[in-house]
């Protein structure tokens, strides 16, 4: 019988539980030039990745706006890159366009590998003990180190600990066979949703698209560097710094009781208002308090942590949260 989704949730966030993430892109450089390739169309500061560090970035076109929220991890011999589902052709066929003499190579492993995500406090002991693992290096965020036929990543896509195991199709069932053996709880789609918006976590595609700016995102200090020089995008991003803020951004909000409020709701700065200050493009209810939680691009004067609004025709009261 499947779990309750209070009893899910709660413990995705305080024990261990593993959601298979279907489809995910999957990325894969290689060749001598691929760190200073990709250096020059990333937003992040990807020379400057160890083998077994990774980062967070957007890829973004010329107007510094965003084609990519990517997750870039460094290899031995090869950059790895994460995103979500079904973004492969395009940003391949993005990149490919600038190889004019560089040894780089480009790869789609998206068919190939899957991914599941474990979150909860207890993740990281109960993976070390699945897969036979005598002491986790200390890592800091986005990381990774080889195991088994994959890799094992550190990065939190809720505001739990949360950890990645990412390799070959067979591999990654086999995890997913002996994982419940352990006493990590097996969660679903729903919980993964949940748990990135409650975090105020972007999805590409449903809360980012090339439509934004890369600081509208609310990611500047994750995923952009101001130190690493030049890249594509990079002078009007270096604008926006200077002029200190965008006219909107990416912001959170959570209804001030029980609510049930769709996706689409538009976010209103007074009770009163006619016009919209935004609009929520994910929203959950939160089930361990009934609340509807949800993630917007927000107007500047609204986009503020702790700021009150009110949601959809009814005006339902909510407040602001900026992670």
Same mark, same amino acid.
């Given at each position: 019988? #499947?779990?309750?989704?209070?009893?899910?949730? $709660?413990?995705?966030?305080?024990?261990?539980?593993?959601?298979?993430? #279907?489809?995910?892109?999957?990325?894969?450089?290689?060749?001598?030039?691929?760190?200073?390739?990709?250096?020059?169309?990333?937003?992040?500061?990807?020379?400057?990745?160890?083998?077994?560090?990774?980062?967070?970035?957007?890829?973004?076109?010329?107007?510094?706006?965003?084609?990519?929220?990517?997750?870039?991890?460094?290899?031995?011999?090869?950059?790895?890159?994460? &995103?979500?589902?079904?973004?492969?052709? =395009?940003?391949?066929?993005? @990149?490919?366009?600038?190889?004019? &003499?560089?040894?780089? *190579?480009?790869?789609?492993?998206?068919?190939?590998?899957? *991914?599941?995500?474990?979150?909860?406090?207890? =993740?990281?002991?109960?993976?070390?003990?699945?897969?036979?693992?005598?002491?986790?290096?200390?890592? +800091?965020?986005?990381? *990774?180190?080889?195991?088994?036929?994959?890799?094992?990543?550190?990065?939190?896509?809720?505001?739990? !600990?949360?950890?990645?195991?990412?390799? #070959?199709?067979?591999?990654? %069932?086999?995890?997913?066979?002996?994982?419940?053996?352990?006493?990590? @709880?097996?969660?679903?789609?729903?919980?993964?949703? *949940?748990?990135?918006?409650?975090?105020?976590?972007?999805?590409?595609?449903?809360?980012?698209?090339?439509?934004?700016?890369?600081?509208?995102?609310?990611?500047?200090?994750?995923?952009?560097?101001?130190?690493?020089?030049?890249?594509?995008?990079?002078?009007?991003?270096?604008?926006?710094?200077?002029?200190?803020?965008?006219?909107?951004?990416?912001?959170?909000?959570?209804?001030?009781?029980?609510? &049930?409020? !769709?996706?689409?709701?538009?976010?209103?700065?007074?009770?009163?208002?006619? $016009? #919209?200050?935004?609009?929520?493009?994910? %929203?959950?209810?939160?089930?361990? +308090?009934?609340? &509807?939680?949800?993630?917007?691009?927000?107007?500047?004067?609204?986009?503020?942590?702790?700021?009150?609004?009110? @949601?959809?025709?009814?005006?339902?009261?909510? +407040?602001?949260?900026?992670?």
């Amino acid at each position: 019988m #499947p779990a309750d989704p209070a009893r899910l949730i $709660e413990a995705a966030m305080h024990e261990a539980v593993v959601i298979e993430l #279907p489809g995910r892109t999957h990325l894969e450089l290689t060749g001598q030039d691929r760190a200073a390739f990709l250096h020059n169309f990333c937003s992040n500061h990807i020379k400057g990745l160890a083998v077994g560090q990774g980062c967070e970035a957007f890829i973004t076109s010329i107007k510094g706006r965003i084609l990519g929220h990517l997750l870039v991890f460094a290899d031995t011999d090869r950059l790895l890159v994460e &995103t979500v589902p079904r973004q492969g052709p =395009a940003l391949l066929a993005h @990149l490919d366009k600038y190889i004019i &003499t560089e040894d780089v *190579q480009l790869a789609d492993r998206s068919d190939e590998w899957s *991914q599941l995500y474990v979150s909860g406090e207890r =993740a990281e002991e109960l993976l070390q003990a699945a897969l036979s693992i005598a002491a986790l290096p200390s890592m +800091t965020a986005p990381a *990774q180190i080889s195991v088994g036929s994959g890799y094992l990543r550190k990065f939190s896509f809720g505001s739990a !600990p949360g950890w990645s195991l990412v390799g #070959p199709r067979d591999w990654i %069932a086999q995890c997913q066979a002996f994982l419940p053996a352990t006493g990590v @709880l097996s969660g679903a789609a729903e919980q993964f949703e *949940q748990l990135r918006i409650e975090a105020g976590f972007p999805h590409y595609g449903v809360d980012l698209s090339e439509a934004n700016l890369a600081q509208e995102a609310n990611r500047t200090s994750r995923a952009i560097s101001f130190q690493k020089g030049c890249y594509l995008g990079q002078e009007p991003i270096a604008r926006i710094d200077a002029l200190g803020h965008v006219n909107r951004a990416l912001c959170s909000v959570i209804t001030t009781g029980p609510s &049930t409020i !769709p996706s689409g709701a538009e976010v209103f700065a007074t009770p009163e208002a006619n $016009e #919209p200050a935004g609009q929520l493009s994910s %929203a959950i209810v939160w089930p361990a +308090t009934g609340q &509807t939680i949800g993630i917007g691009i927000l107007r500047r004067e609204l986009a503020l942590d702790g700021k009150a609004c009110w @949601l959809g025709p009814e005006r339902t009261p909510a +407040t602001v949260r900026v992670r």
